[in-house]
Nanobody, 128 residues
């Protein structure tokens, strides 16, 4: 059974850092493009980072560019999200997701509906 499990969330002060991890099981991790999303209270879920399964090509929206870094270790079936210079507006539940159809070199996916598997989420709270 395919499963994604996030960890690393918590409470941090503004300006601090956190690293989220997402470990996959039951799927051929190296063949999946991966993404990190978040849902803040009262807001729609949004993409914060995406990475291709080959080439390590990444995408970030302007809201996190320069502060967040996505990376992956295919040998460990794990994708990471390093979050620096955190702001109170980064407070949200963070989810990782896997897309099995983004197969081209450097292909990453920004459309939520294209992702096939989702984790249960991990809470990140940034205090001011």
């Amino acid at each position: 059974q395919e499963q994604l499990v996030e960890s690393g969330g918590g409470l941090v002060q503004a300006g601090g850092s956190l690293r989220l991890s997402c470990t996959a099981s039951g799927l051929t991790f190296s063949g999946y493009a991966m993404g990190w999303f978040r849902r803040a209270p009262g807001k729609e879920r949004e993409l914060v980072a995406a990475i291709s399964w080959r080439g390590g090509i990444t995408y970030y929206p302007d809201s996190v560019k320069g502060r967040f870094t996505i990376s992956r270790d295919n040998a460990k079936n794990t994708v990471y999200l390093q979050m620096n210079s955190l702001k109170p507006e980064d407070t949200a539940v963070y989810y990782c997701a896997a897309d099995m159809d983004c197969l081209g070199y450097g292909c990453y996916e920004v459309r939520q509906y294209e992702y096939d598997y989702w984790g249960q989420g991990t809470q990140v709270t940034v205090s001011s």
